[in-house]
């Protein structure tokens, strides 16, 4: 598995290399020091895992999470920050402490799910943050997104969590085989599709499981038609 | 009820009740039951005047309140004596002396009677505000030295949640332990600092003071400390003057301040920056600044607690003689506070 370690301290960096040295199956791809320094590697060398300490100079390790198009698995360092703690808490999200207890981080690095193959070129999760919260979102999970100007709101479960990022920037990179363009305001999960009618107008629409009504504009609608060969 | 409507219900009561006793007094020892409308107004006259020449005296008499015990008794004594007089001469000639005129003989009586019972009311009168304002001085100086024993804890209580607490103890902790692999005599030196950081903040004994140069001691220990986290990030300087070393001053103060340049200032500048103290003497003064690169954030719950808890401790020690000030110039925040020197 490729990992990066992010963590502003060169030190607590050192440490946490000389811990996971004694799990061969980890694999540190680089450091970094910061958001910015991190977001470069992340592109560079796609790793599977972060090792990510919440305050860092600049921006957090949560803005750093959110910010990007594809979140990778994650476990979170933070030598003792209340409102990281309390975020984890909340959103159960897997976190060490420093300094860290190595039956600890064994237990953390068992949780992983296995690496997938390599076809995960699309997104897969995303990590989104709303107020307190925070979550990694499956795209399985997502019903619907829908366009607020250059936000994007997502409908999965209860949850309607703003994340900036235009719906266009969005749409490039979703799997086209589950996510289909519906109009210029949404996105519509495929799999969530229960079924699709014929409007007064000509146009589709489509209902969602979870009680979305989505009408598709005709020229999506043909498409849409085409598509699924319907 | 505040103060100030206290003493005009406790004054106006109390002469009301004087003057209608007085009068009763008249009524039971003098042969002459009937009553005028003349000595009505007479009365009521008295009253007022009463009630005018005592609260003139306390307005003119409130500094005699800190002299000394011997000195201010003679001066009430004499204001007392005063007043009496100036009313039983009022009382007198607005009353019965008008029957001078009539031929009558002068009322010497009454007028020495009204003098001494007049005088006897201010002497009550002086006598219970003295003894009011004492009590009510007592129990401000009662709550000062609570509040003052209050804060310090809360200080000693708070620096302990800072020391002891979360994100210094355990991010030094994590550095020590990186610290015995690559280089085993920084990190027995590091130790030896927490120890002594940790030791300074659980200290046992109560004293409101500690010199500057243990103070600094402890802060120089302590920025050590950040400097091996931060690395090349982190540059402090310190500039004391040898004469201020053993002035003394609330502990904790120096350090919370230093702290705070640490966690709001370098903690969040990617390239890092520098620390640099500074305690000057200046006219029985003692100038101490924390000067840390950064910015002032606008917004900052955790730093407004250390700073206000802070300033509420100088304030109870040195009242309005100490300054605590956070002001921002050319990328630096400077951290201010000047206090009375004391060596006590």
């Known amino acids: ?230 | 009820m505040n103060r100030r409507k206290l003493y005009l219900w406790l004054h106006g009561g109390g002469w009301t009740v004087a003057v209608l006793m007085l009068f009763g007094l008249r009524l039971v020892f003098s042969s002459q039951l009937r009553v005028t409308f003349l000595e009505i107004a007479n009365w009521t006259l008295y009253a007022l005047s009463g009630i005018f020449l005592t609260n003139q005296l306390r307005i003119r008499t409130r500094h005699w309140l800190d002299l000394s015990i011997a000195s201010a008794w003679y001066r009430y004594l004499g204001s007392t004596l005063l007043v009496g007089l100036v009313l039983g001469i009022q009382v007198t000639l607005v009353g019965p002396g008008w029957r001078i005129l009539a031929g009558a003989r002068f009322p010497f009586e009454f007028f020495f009677g009204t003098i001494i019972n007049t005088t006897f009311v201010v002497f009550m009168w002086t006598a219970l505000y003295i003894a009011i304002v004492n009590i009510s001085r007592l129990a401000e100086a009662q709550t000062r030295a609570l509040q003052l024993e209050l804060a310090a804890k809360e200080a000693r209580l708070k620096n302990l949640q800072a020391q002891v607490n979360p994100h210094f103890l355990f991010n030094g902790l994590n550095t020590v332990r990186a610290l015995i692999a690559e280089d085993p005599a920084k990190a027995t030196e590091a130790v030896t600092w927490l120890a002594s950081i940790l030791r300074y903040g659980l200290r046992s004994d109560d004293a409101p003071t500690v010199t500057i140069a243990e103070e600094l001691e402890m802060v120089t220990q302590y920025l050590a400390l950040e400097k091996l986290r931060f690395e090349k990030r982190l540059t402090t300087s310190i500039d004391v003057d040898d004469a201020v070393l053993t002035a003394r001053i609330p502990p904790l103060i120096r350090q919370t301040i230093t702290e705070n340049a640490i966690k709001h200032g370098i903690a969040n500048l990617p390239n890092g920056g520098a620390v640099n103290i500074e305690i000057r003497r200046a006219s029985q003064r003692i100038e101490m600044s924390v000067r840390n690169t950064g910015a002032l954030s606008s917004h900052n719950p955790e730093s407004g607690i250390g700073l206000k808890n802070t300033r509420e401790r100088l304030h109870l020690l040195y009242g309005s003689d100490a300054v605590l000030q956070l002001t921002e110039s050319n990328n630096e925040v400077i951290a201010q506070i000047i206090l009375p020197e004391s060596r006590q």
């Not at chain 1, 060398?45 to 921006?59: A, N, R, S, V």
């Not at chain 1, 159960?92 to 064994?106: E, I, M, N």
């Not at chain 1, 969530?192 to 979870?210: C, Q």
Request: glycine share 4%; with cysteine.
């Open chain 1, 1 to 230: 598995m490729k990992a990066l370690l992010i963590d502003d301290e060169r030190l607590a960096r050192l440490e946490l290399r000389r811990l996971l040295s004694e799990h061969k199956n980890i694999e540190i791809a680089g450091e970094a020091a910061n958001a910015s320094e991190a977001r470069a590697l992340i592109d560079a060398l796609d790793p599977d895992l972060l090792f990510l300490d919440i305050q860092m100079p600049g921006e957090t390790g949560f803005e750093l999470l959110a910010s990007l198009d594809r979140a990778p698995q994650v476990i979170f360092t933070t030598a003792f920050d209340q409102f990281a703690l309390k975020a984890f808490e909340v959103s159960a999200l897997d976190y060490l402490v420093k300094p860290v207890v190595p039956t600890r981080l064994a237990a953390a690095l068992a949780k992983l799910p296995a690496p997938q193959e390599k076809f995960r070129k699309a997104l897969d999760q995303v990590f989104v943050r709303d107020g307190d919260k925070c979550w990694f979102v499956r795209l399985t999970e997502i019903a619907l997104l829908e366009s607020e100007g250059n936000y994007t709101r997502l409908h999965f479960g209860k949850e309607r969590p703003l994340i900036l990022r235009s719906l266009a920037h969005l749409e490039d990179r979703l799997d086209p085989d589950h996510f289909f363009r519906a109009s210029r305001k949404h996105i519509i999960n495929l799999r969530w599709i229960d079924s699709v009618e014929t409007g007064i107008n000509g146009a589709l629409i489509a209902r969602l499981k979870g009680g979305f009504e989505v009408e598709l504009s005709r020229r999506q609608s043909l498409k849409f038609k085409e598509t699924m060969a319907l």
